[in-house]
């Protein structure tokens, strides 16, 4: 089962269900919650979604929210090891370079983004959903 690996902004899209990528996202989960694929998402990326979905509910209504959420994805620590080579990498964002090395160094397949030029020192495949999804077609 493919290991992918998601980008705050396609979390955000689904659960702020932000137009138009709300669809392409929804569709993503929906592969998840029929165990044709596994999400990941890091530590980080759980702390951010708190606080953007904070800012425009109320922060009761936002676990509630994120509670739902977890059941479709693995959450991957950040560790000390990752903020080091986040911190020496040439990655121009540093959120970015959190979210590529904690991917990495938990054997992530691709990363899942919207900002692909963002993630122009990847070494790993890195899709917008929408790329994805026309993958998984052409292979069923």
Same mark, same amino acid.
């Given at each position: 089962?493919?290991?992918?690996? !998601?980008?705050?902004?396609?979390?955000?899209?689904?659960?702020?269900?932000?137009?138009?990528?709300?669809?392409?996202?929804?569709?993503?989960?929906? !592969?998840?919650?029929?165990?044709?694929?596994?999400?990941?998402?890091?530590?980080?990326?759980?702390?951010?979604?708190?606080?953007?979905?904070?800012? &425009?509910?109320?922060?009761? /209504?936002?676990?509630?929210?994120?509670?739902?959420?977890?059941? !479709?994805?693995?959450?991957?620590?950040?560790?000390?090891?990752?903020?080091?080579?986040?911190?020496?990498?040439?990655? &121009?964002?540093?959120?970015?370079?959190?979210?590529?090395?904690?991917?990495?160094?938990?054997?992530? /397949?691709?990363?899942?983004?919207?900002?692909?030029?963002?993630?122009?020192?990847?070494? !790993?495949?890195?899709?917008?959903?929408?790329?994805?999804?026309?993958?998984?077609?052409?292979? /069923?």
């Amino acid at each position: 089962m493919k290991r992918v690996f !998601l980008d705050t902004n396609i979390v955000i899209d689904l659960l702020a269900q932000r137009m138009p990528f709300y669809n392409e996202a929804a569709k993503l989960f929906s !592969l998840a919650d029929k165990n044709e694929i596994k999400l990941y998402i890091s530590a980080l990326c759980l702390a951010d979604t708190n606080y953007i979905l904070s800012r &425009h509910l109320p922060p009761a /209504e936002v676990r509630i929210i994120l509670r739902k959420f977890k059941v !479709l994805v693995y959450v991957l620590p950040f560790e000390d090891k990752i903020a080091d080579l986040a911190l020496n990498s040439d990655f &121009h964002d540093f959120e970015d370079a959190i979210q590529y090395y904690t991917a990495t160094a938990n054997e992530q /397949e691709l990363i899942i983004t919207r900002n692909q030029p963002d993630f122009k020192e990847s070494k !790993l495949p890195v899709m917008t959903a929408g790329e994805f999804l026309a993958s998984v077609k052409s292979i /069923e």
